[in-house]
């Protein structure tokens, strides 16, 4: 069974790591649990991390080790633990790197128009999550995956609802899941502040793991969280990133709550 026919299976998966691969030891670590979670619940985690991230409120902000030493630090992830790999593009021009490393590539939501960007994603042959423009329609994601010819899933991850402010459309989680893909719910970015936190963005990481139970009772496929041992101390978005032993925790409860609403 190829990946995508895995996540299109009807069983629950996750899309998990740290925001940004800040280093190699930090990836080892939270991969090293999630692998462990995997096996002991027979579920398909996907681990996450960006190379680099284009979009930050200031200059100021860390944007990660590059394309080069972060898909390094990818590789080592899945040649050591054997989890599929999810990562962000931002450019088409990256699209050919990542997908040597990347079993999914990732579209950011300010990106989710971005023609160029979406063909050469698809071009890849990898699978192509795209995620939900905070601006967007749910209906009109449609058009988004019409440009990628690729095996696509979408994401929701909140809607801009005034200033550092994001709401999430159960309605329009529902108008997703019926455009043919897997709808992911990325609990973790739909609880944060963008450019909330002076320069930089803020959260509530307390709200992620109940819009995360709700998301599975609109029928979402899978499930998002930006993970951190400390996220205190995280280099980026640390304030709407899960602790990891939150997240270990939560887990078992998630999956059940998913096989009783089936």
Do not use: W
């Not at 629950?12 to 999630?34: H, R």
């Not at 905070?134 to 009109?140: S, T, V």
């Amino acid at each position: 069974m190829s990946l995508y026919e895995n996540l299109s299976s009807g069983k629950l998966f996750f899309l998990t790591g740290p925001c940004v691969a800040e280093s190699e030891e930090l990836c080892m670590t939270i991969a090293e649990e999630l692998a462990v979670l995997s096996q002991r619940h027979n579920t398909t985690i996907v681990f996450k991390a960006s190379y680099i991230k284009a979009n930050r409120t200031s200059a100021s902000s860390f944007r990660g080790p590059g394309i080069d030493g972060g898909l390094d630090i990818l590789r080592k992830v899945k040649e050591r633990f054997g989890l599929p790999i999810v990562t962000d593009i931002h450019n088409a021009d990256e699209a050919r790197a990542a997908a040597d490393v990347a079993d999914i590539l990732q579209i950011p939501a300010f990106l989710c128009r971005q023609s160029d960007l979406l063909e050469a994603a698809g071009a890849t042959g990898r699978i192509v999550n795209i995620k939900k423009g905070q601006f967007m329609a749910p209906e009109d994601m449609k058009y988004s995956l019409g440009k990628t010819c690729a095996q696509n899933m979408l994401t929701e991850r909140g809607t801009f609802f005034g200033y550092h402010r994001l709401v999430v459309d159960f309605a329009g989680i529902h108008a997703m899941t019926g455009l043919g893909v897997p709808v992911i719910f990325d609990a973790t970015h739909s609880v944060q502040q963008p450019g909330g936190g002076g320069g930089c963005s803020s959260g509530n990481r307390d709200l992620a793991l109940p819009l995360a139970r709700a998301a599975l009772c609109q029928g979402v496929n899978g499930l998002f969280f930006e993970v951190h041992p400390d996220p205190e101390k995280a280099l980026c978005d640390g304030p709407n990133s899960l602790y990891l032993k939150d997240f270990v925790g939560a887990f078992p409860k998630l999956l059940e709550l998913f096989e009783f609403l089936k």
